[in-house]
């Protein structure tokens, strides 16, 4: 199954930055270059880094200017994500580019891959909930409110991962059908937003 196979691509990313927990170490992705699981593993591993640049970013005693730097590394990491969740989208619209639509085939409200990126971040919200329940340093109240909030996790992650796979069975079987488009961020481009342009 897809989801299958992303999920655990996802879990092992998650758990290769973990054995290191810097958000400076390069990545060491394990899968071959061109392959859908090349993308996916180096989609979460973007994702991953940016979630521990979000908890850095908000220690109060951090020191404004590297907050700046900070906030800019996690506008540059966004795009990469993007980035990536389009070219997951293209490695898709290739492999289902022989598939003629049937009549009366409709379009989903999100295509596959911003789907999978939020199954992408949802790893990341278990991971570190999980977490949460094994720590030594709390009482019991909140390792028992993590575990319900890990429960509910879990359910969302399995019922995304079959709304994903009755996407991607809908567009095998021409029930439905992929049309994507470029996100166009426009706060990163100094052509489009009014602070940079307005500074010439």
Known sequence: MFTQNANAIFNRSIDDYHRFDDVDHPIE????????????YHKNWIDTVQWHLEDIIRNPEIDPVEALAIKRRIDRSNQDRT??????????????ASV????????????????????????LKIYHM?????????????????????????????????AIEELIEDIE??????K?????????????????????
Request: hydrophobic share 35%.
């Open 83 to 96: 980035d990536m969740v389009e070219y997951v989208d293209s490695y898709l619209m290739d492999k289902y």
């Open 100 to 123: 003629a639509p049937a009549p009366g085939a409709r379009l989903n409200t999100e295509t596959p891959a911003w789907a999978v990126d939020r199954l992408s971040i949802l790893a």
């Open 130 to 162: 999980e977490q949460e329940t094994r720590r030594t340093d709390v009482g019991d109240a909140h390792r028992d409110a993590c575990r319900r909030k890990l429960e509910v996790l879990l359910t969302q992650q399995a019922d995304l991962s079959q």
């Open 29 to 40: 992705n394990p899968y071959e270059k061109g392959t859908l699981d090349h993308l996916l």
């Open 173 to 178: 079987a021409g029930r439905k059908y992929m």
């Open 180 to 200: 994507t488009y470029k996100q166009m961020k426009m706060y990163n481009d100094p052509a489009l937003n009014p602070v940079l342009y307005g500074k010439k």
